[in-house]
């Protein structure tokens, strides 16, 4: 059905990044069909391969949207403007970490059943699509919004879209075959919900832990956005980072309900919620960031409330992306104190009683308290190899006064 050629042809990936690719060339009718493969050059993973139902997935429009929207929100206009990577390098990176994942604990276990490949699809088509739902700046947005938007409800219907629009063999059969049963679970997986399904998981249970992991908090979505942001942040040292065995030397559990990680990694579990919580507090939720994500929501529910009405299915949804609400909002002067972070200063003293003034306050949980009680983790191997460590269950609080010059 397909000629191969081969010769190599320039294709420009990721933000600009030229490879040279062997392709097939494939009459327009019957392209889907064909064993096309995307390479993708990632500043954490290296190469990352996509097969031709994911680069389906990946050229579609809604995830394509995900270019313009800022991974750490105002963090790169505020506080370090090469901390600019997108919603979209996290998304292709969470996919690349659900598959090694999976491939660790595969190889670690003596678990016999097999995972039916609709299921492996459906976990790495869940981590690739977990963040498509964001609205512009991020979680910013959900704090614009008093909340009321969500981005992981919005992904759901993000996957039914897409799903829709399906060309691909192996897309369709996740949508048609079993009644939809594989974009059910998709959906289920970026919840991290089982009750979402309608049908068991006879004996495949433990996937549920690798996107959105509501049992103990570790899962691919954390194992990327730390690994990316503190390669651009810059925050944190190797010590502080060094929680990638966690997630390669874990295995299924007997029954297959869940994912174990070893006594020797407990430490490193603790290791990677103190890496969260530092970040945290150094960059996410820096007062200088929060002083900029006040004046934004003050921005768009002042002149342009009615953009938090438009979800995914709606048609102006593809347009609203950072640059399309900064334009918006460009007019107004306080819009200048987003362009112009130097104007935002902190104040030596509280005193937030001038016209000018911007008080702030956080209060941020401590690692020890974000880091469930042991009994949410299960654990195998040589108890005696499990570490103690000291929980940190202070918050880090602060109130800050800004001017605004």
């Known amino acids: ?47 990352i391969e996509l097969p031709s139902h994911i680069q389906e997935i990946v050229e579609h429009p809604l995830f394509q949207r995900l270019k313009k929207i800022h991974q750490l929100g105002l963090v790169a206009w505020v506080i370090a403007p090469h ?33 039916p490949d609709w299921c492996r699809k459906a976990v790495e088509i869940a981590a690739l699509l977990h963040d498509i739902g964001h609205g512009p700046m991020s979680h910013a947005w959900e704090k614009a919004s008093h909340n009321k938007f969500n981005h992981e ?25 079993g009644s939809g049963r594989g974009v059910r679970l998709i959906k289920a997986l970026i919840l991290g919900d089982t009750e979402y399904l309608n049908f068991p998981m006879m004996g495949h249970a433990y996937i549920f832990d690798i996107v959105h992991n509501n049992r103990c908090g570790l899962d691919v979505d954390k194992w990327d956005y730390l690994r990316r942001d503190n390669k651009r942040l810059k925050i944190l040292g190797p010590e502080e980072m060094d929680f990638d065995n966690i ?38 939720q820096h007062p200088k960031n929060a002083a900029a994500e006040k004046i934004f929501v003050d921005l768009v529910q002042r002149l342009a409330p009615q953009m938090f009405d438009l ?42 009683l ?24 299960a654990l195998y191997g040589d108890k005696r190899k499990k570490r103690k460590i000291n929980r940190c269950l202070s918050a880090t609080t602060f109130n800050k006064c800004f001017t605004l010059e």
């Open 354 to 377: 001038g016209a000018n003034a911007l008080p702030v306050s956080r209060i941020i949980e401590g690692p020890g308290s974000t880091m469930k009680p042991d009994k949410a983790f």
């Open 83 to 115: 901390a600019n990577q997108k919603r979209y390098d996290h998304c292709l990176g969470t996919y690349k970490s659900a598959q090694e994942h999976l491939r660790a604990i595969e190889r670690n276990s003596k678990y016999e059943t097999k995972l």
């Open 153 to 177: 409800e919005n992904a759901l219907d993000c996957v039914d879209r897409i799903f829709n629009d399906a060309r691909h063999p192996e897309l369709v059969a996740l949508r048609d075959e």
């Open 1 to 47: 059905m397909c000629r191969f050629f081969k010769f190599f042809k320039p294709i420009f990936l990721n933000q600009s990044i030229c490879r040279l690719l062997p392709f097939r060339l494939c009459h327009s009718t019957d392209w889907d069909y064909c064993n096309k493969l995307m390479l993708i050059e990632d500043e954490v993973h290296g190469v």
């Open 247 to 284: 997630f390669l030397k874990s295995r299924i559990s007997q029954d297959g309900q869940r994912i174990e990680y070893r006594y020797d990694d407990y430490h490193r579990i603790y290791t990677l919620f103190a890496a969260r919580a530092r970040l945290h507090v150094e960059a996410y």
């Open 311 to 352: 979800r995914s299915k709606d048609a102006g949804w593809l347009n609203l992306d950072d640059d399309h609400i900064l334009e918006m909002v460009k007019n107004d002067p306080m819009a200048a104190y987003i362009r112009e972070p130097q104007r935002v200063v902190e104040l030596p003293s509280l005193d937030c």
